[in-house]
Structure formats: C-alpha cells, structure tokens
C-alpha cells in the first residue's frame, strides 16, 4: 500500500516570513498526483495545490509552490509570505493509477503564524 | 453550487449505540467517499461509493458501513459504537469524469463522540 510521510507534526512560521512543510511518500506506481490540502480550524479542508508526476515543472498556485523530487519521492509545500489566515493543518495526499478513488493522507503539519 | 453538506455536525453516543451520518454532495459529482480523522492518524480511508455501488473499501471492520442512493447522496452507518470510534468523519464529493487530476471536495464533518 501506498504510504504518505509528514514529519513535522508543528511548524511556526513569522508573518511575512517563508516556511516549507515536508512530505515523502511510497509508491512503485508511475501514474499518480500528490496533492496538498488545508484544514483551518473548525472548517473544511481545502485543496491547495496539486503535483501531476510526469510533469518536471514544480506546480505553483499565487504563494504556495511545491518542490516535487521524484526520485527521492519528496512534496514538499513552500509557503511564501505568509499570512495570518495560513495557520491550519496541512496535509499531503497521494492518489495514483492503482488505487482508484482513494487517496492516501499523510498524518499532517499544524502551521502557526506568528504576527 | 453548494458544496458538500454532511449532518449532523456534532453528536455523542454512548458505547454499544450506533450511528448513521449523511452526506450530500456537490451537484453532479457521483462520488462520495469516507474518511476519518483521529488526531496523529491523520485521514483514513473507509469507502468510496459511485453510482449506488461500492467501489473500493478501507481497512475497517464490518461495524462501519455505507450506501448511496440514486441522488448520490451517501450514508453511512457505524453499528456497536466503541470509545475508538470517536473522531471527525469526513466526507468527499468527487468528479470521476475528472480522472487523477480530480480532486475531493470536503464537507466540514461529522464529530461524534462516543462515551
């Protein structure tokens, strides 16, 4: 089965400031997209960017950018400037070819923005 | 468009009761799946329903079910509640036609507790 690592449960981050929140992931499939979502508190989860693999290009969404390794199967989320309404959880997602609709989460990385 | 509506939002059982959630979709998504979210154990996988039919099923005993109805909109039901039960149930409206790029679009959940 497909596994989805974040291993940084906390991260803080000044206003302003850039933070990048980490994600790796297993898989022997060559068809998949990695996703990130945002669940601020007490609200629905919201996509933030997604990542397809055969694309070389790191997808990038206004201030959220992603550096996609493949080979090291490393997703890592860079936040640049950030704001107040960025603090939330992040999680990091993995959907592929093999495993139809299910994606696979990782455990999430609580984002605090200190003004 | 209305986004995923799930009901109740907050409930609390107590050990041995079940539990049945809803879950409307976003119109024109066929497919609704099941997560729950435990602190430190990030989302898990329990179903995915698409056109009245299961299509893929997570790692749950049989106490956890579901079903969708020709409106999409799913149920799901959790029977014999344990203490471990407790947790945010998520559930997500997809767009099949949209392939491995579609993303889940999230309701804001369904917290129960269980005493």
């Known amino acids: 089965a497909q596994t989805v690592t974040q291993s940084q449960p906390e991260m803080s981050v000044q206003e302003a400031e850039t933070v990048t929140l980490s994600c790796t992931y297993d898989?022997?499939?060559?068809?998949?997209?990695l996703f990130w979502y945002k669940q601020p508190p007490s609200r629905q989860m919201i996509l933030v960017i997604r990542?397809?693999?055969?694309?070389?290009q790191n997808a990038t969404e206004n201030r959220f950018s992603v550096n996609f390794q493949k080979a090291a199967k490393s997703f890592s989320l860079k936040i640049s400037d950030s704001q107040l309404g960025d603090a939330a959880m992040y999680f990091c997602?993995?959907?592929?070819?093999?495993?139809?609709?299910?994606?696979?989460f990782g455990t999430g990385t609580s984002l605090t923005v200190i003004p | 468009k209305a986004g995923v509506t799930q009901t109740p939002r907050y409930l609390i059982k107590t050990r041995g009761q079940q539990v049945t959630l809803s879950c409307s979709p976003i119109?024109?998504?066929?497919?609704v799946s099941w997560y729950q979210q435990t602190p430190g154990q990030g989302l898990q996988f329990l179903f995915e329903?698409?056109?009245?039919?299961?299509?893929n099923k997570g790692n749950f005993p049989g106490r956890f079910s579901g079903r969708q109805f020709s409106n999409s909109r799913s149920e799901m039901n959790v029977s014999t509640l344990e203490l471990g039960d407790s947790a945010l149930y998520l559930c997500?409206?997809?767009?099949?036609?949209?392939?491995?790029?579609?993303?889940?679009?999230f309701g804001e959940g369904s917290r129960l507790t269980v005493l």
């Open positions: 997500a409206s997809s767009d099949r036609d949209r392939g491995l790029a579609g993303e889940l679009f």
């Open positions: 898989t022997s499939e060559s068809d998949y997209y």
């Open positions: 990542q397809e693999a055969y694309k070389q």
């Open positions: 997602a993995y959907r592929g070819s093999n495993t139809g609709n299910q994606f696979y």
């Open positions: 119109s024109g998504h066929r497919s």
């Open positions: 329903y698409f056109s009245e039919t299961q299509r």
